[in-house]
C-alpha cells in the first residue's frame, strides 16, 4: 500500500512539472552572443525606404518594401528591394531613370525597419518598431518588462528566416534585429 501512494505521489509530482512545461520548437544553445549578420545593412520586406530624385519631386516619395520584395516607382516600374544594400537598391534605380532623365541623382534612405516581436512572459507582449543598436534588455523594456513568471536568466530569438529558436543570457550584449521574433520564457520554479 505504501508503495501504491509512493507511486501516485510521484505521478502527481511529475503531471505537475509537466504542465509548467512549453515546447517552443527546437532550441539551439548560444554561449556567444553575436549581432545577426543583416542586421540593419540590407533592405528586407516590410521596410520603408524614401527615395529622393533631385529636381523631380514627382517621382520621389516614401515606399513600403512588399512581402514579395519589391518597390514599385513611377517610370522606374517594379524592383526588387529584399537583400540589397542601400547603394546598390540607388544604383539600379539611378540606371533605370537615366532612360528618361539625364544624370539623374537618386538617394535612397531606409526610413523604419520591419517591426520585432516580443512574446511569452512579458506584460505587453506585441509588435514594436525597431530601432538602431537595440538589445534584449531595451526590447523587453519596451514591451513593459518582465511578468512575475518569466525566467530573468535567458531569452530565445527567431531571426527572420532562421527556424530555430536561439537561447541567449539576458544581457545588454545581446543585440536585436529588424524583424526578430523574442520570447520570454517561463521559469520553472
Not at 519589391?70 to 539611378?94: F, K, M, Q, W
Not at 534584449?136 to 530569438?157: E, K, N
Request: positive net charge; contains cysteine; charged residues 20%.
Amino acid at each position: 500500500m505504501k508503495r501504491l501512494l509512493r507511486l501516485g505521489a510521484v505521478l502527481a509530482a511529475g503531471l505537475q512539472v509537466a504542465g509548467c512545461y512549453t515546447d517552443f520548437g527546437p532550441v539551439v544553445v548560444e554561449p556567444e552572443p553575436l549581432a545577426h549578420m543583416a542586421a540593419a545593412t540590407h533592405i528586407q520586406s516590410g521596410d520603408r525606404v524614401k527615395v529622393v530624385v533631385y529636381g523631380e519631386d514627382t517621382l520621389g516619395g516614401i515606399y513600403d518594401v512588399s512581402p514579395s520584395g519589391t518597390i514599385s516607382l513611377p517610370l522606374a516600374g517594379t524592383i526588387r528591394a529584399t537583400g540589397r544594400t542601400r547603394s546598390a537598391l540607388e544604383a539600379d534605380v539611378t540606371r533605370r531613370y537615366a532612360k528618361y532623365l539625364n544624370e539623374p541623382k537618386v538617394t535612397i534612405d531606409v526610413v523604419a525597419f520591419r517591426s520585432f516581436y516580443v512574446l511569452g512572459e512579458a506584460e505587453k507582449p506585441g509588435q514594436y518598431p525597431y530601432t538602431a543598436g537595440l538589445n534584449v534588455l531595451t526590447a523587453i523594456s519596451t514591451a513593459g518588462g518582465f511578468t512575475y513568471r518569466a525566467s530573468r536568466s535567458s531569452v530565445l530569438i527567431q531571426h527572420p528566416g532562421d527556424v530555430v529558436w536561439k537561447e541567449y543570457p539576458i544581457a545588454a550584449s545581446v543585440l536585436i534585429s529588424p524583424g526578430d521574433l523574442i520570447r520570454v520564457p517561463e521559469r520553472y520554479f
